[in-house]
């Protein structure tokens, strides 16, 4: 990409679309096109061809996504197949129509099945079987989009690549204890006990194991992936890590020592989720941030903007 390409960016206002936009105003990019939900409704089929008809972007990074967590997956799965089918097929479509010269789409490491078919997961598994049943609406979603992108190269010669992506977390974020992921959650929950002087009660056991990657490391993984890729590319920091090492550093960053309880009541999901980086680590990519320097950074940001109204 040239930094006076036109560069449509989906999903601007959230956590993979911001961080995205920030680096590359920061690496000098002039012409970049942020569509929020304020913007363009993605998941109407001519609203999103006539945005993308007026906008005519050379490249598109495809953020957007009606995204939860693990209990926010259980309990809206047919609204999180449907807007995410929606949402993708509208994007990838209006790409085509467009004349976008190439597209990186945003996965998820959701798509790989469960069991896992080895480890580390490589690109090659991910139709390899069902995914994990907390996710698999979300996941087959995700995996019609990576479908369609390779049907749209064979029938059109389209470009892409397609970004699954581990466990993602910073500014920006969906802060919600219910539904939200399993780090923004935590630090709304760490931070709302610290505001009343009450306890952090956790879901699961914490034995639950994932690859973390701090997002402003995402969006330069994600711009290396578009210059550098095509296909499907796996994205984390290579770190796997407990869900108890997570709450252990969030508790540090937060000073909230022996205040946290553990629900182990409540689902751990997939119990270990490891990703082959092969393919990213051939770009060059090596994550900046420690992930307690990006748990710090997020915590921060998490308090300042919690005080004035404006946290998500």
């Given at each position: 990409m040239?930094v006076?390409d036109?560069?449509?960016?989906?999903?601007?206002?959230?956590?993979?679309?911001?961080?995205?936009?920030d680096?590359?105003?920061?690496?000098?990019?002039?012409?970049?096109?942020?569509?929020?939900?304020?913007?363009c409704d993605?998941?109407?089929?001519?609203?999103?061809?006539?945005a993308?008809e007026?906008?005519?972007?050379?490249?598109?990074?495809h953020?957007?996504?009606?995204?939860?967590?693990i209990m926010?997956?259980?309990?809206?799965?047919a609204l999180?197949?449907?807007?995410?089918?929606?949402?993708n097929?509208?994007v990838?479509?209006?790409?085509r129509?467009a004349?976008?010269?190439k597209i990186?789409?945003?996965?998820?490491?959701?798509?790989?099945?469960?069991?896992s078919?080895?480890?580390?997961?490589?690109?090659d598994?991910?139709?390899?079987?069902?995914?994990?049943p907390?996710?698999d609406?979300?996941?087959h979603?995700?995996?019609?989009?990576?479908a369609?992108?390779?049907?749209?190269e064979e029938?059109?010669?389209m470009?892409?690549?397609?970004i699954?992506?581990?466990?993602?977390?910073?500014?920006?974020d969906?802060?919600?204890?219910?539904f939200?992921?399993v780090?923004?959650?935590?630090?709304?929950k760490f931070h709302?006990?610290?505001?009343?002087g009450g306890?952090?009660l956790?879901?699961?056991d914490?034995?639950?194991q994932?690859?973390?990657?701090?997002?402003k490391?995402a969006?330069?993984?994600?711009?290396l992936?578009?210059?550098?890729?095509?296909?499907?590319?796996?994205?984390?920091?290579?770190?796997?890590?407990?869900?108890?090492?997570i709450?252990?550093?969030?508790?540090q960053?937060?000073?909230?020592?022996?205040?946290?309880?553990?629900?182990?009541?409540?689902?751990?999901g997939?119990?270990y989720?490891a990703?082959?980086l092969?393919?990213?680590?051939?770009?060059?990519?090596?994550?900046e941030?420690?992930?307690?320097?990006?748990l710090e950074?997020?915590?921060?940001?998490?308090?300042?903007?919690?005080?004035?109204?404006q946290s998500?």
């Amino acid at each position: 990409m040239k930094v006076d390409d036109r560069i449509l960016i989906t999903g601007a206002r959230g956590l993979v679309g911001s961080a995205l936009a920030d680096h590359l105003r920061q690496a000098g990019h002039v012409n970049l096109i942020e569509f929020g939900r304020d913007t363009c409704d993605l998941t109407d089929t001519a609203a999103t061809i006539a945005a993308f008809e007026r906008e005519r972007p050379d490249y598109v990074f495809h953020a957007a996504a009606r995204v939860y967590g693990i209990m926010g997956n259980l309990k809206n799965k047919a609204l999180s197949f449907f807007d995410n089918v929606m949402i993708n097929t509208n994007v990838v479509e209006a790409s085509r129509r467009a004349g976008v010269k190439k597209i990186a789409a945003m996965g998820t490491g959701a798509v790989y099945p469960y069991p896992s078919p080895g480890l580390p997961l490589r690109e090659d598994m991910i139709f390899l079987g069902k995914p994990h049943p907390a996710e698999d609406s979300y996941a087959h979603a995700k995996r019609a989009m990576l479908a369609m992108l390779q049907a749209y190269e064979e029938s059109c010669g389209m470009q892409w690549v397609y970004i699954v992506s581990c466990n993602l977390f910073g500014p920006r974020d969906k802060f919600d204890t219910e539904f939200g992921h399993v780090v923004p959650s935590l630090i709304k929950k760490f931070h709302d006990a610290k505001q009343s002087g009450g306890r952090v009660l956790v879901w699961g056991d914490g034995s639950a194991q994932r690859d973390f990657l701090y997002v402003k490391d995402a969006a330069r993984a994600v711009q290396l992936a578009m210059n550098n890729c095509t296909g499907a590319v796996n994205m984390g920091s290579s770190e796997v890590l407990r869900i108890r090492d997570i709450v252990s550093m969030i508790t540090q960053v937060s000073e909230m020592q022996g205040r946290v309880d553990w629900d182990a009541s409540k689902p751990n999901g997939q119990d270990y989720r490891a990703y082959d980086l092969s393919k990213l680590a051939a770009t060059g990519f090596k994550p900046e941030y420690s992930i307690l320097g990006g748990l710090e950074e997020t915590w921060d940001w998490y308090c300042r903007n919690a005080q004035t109204g404006q946290s998500r």
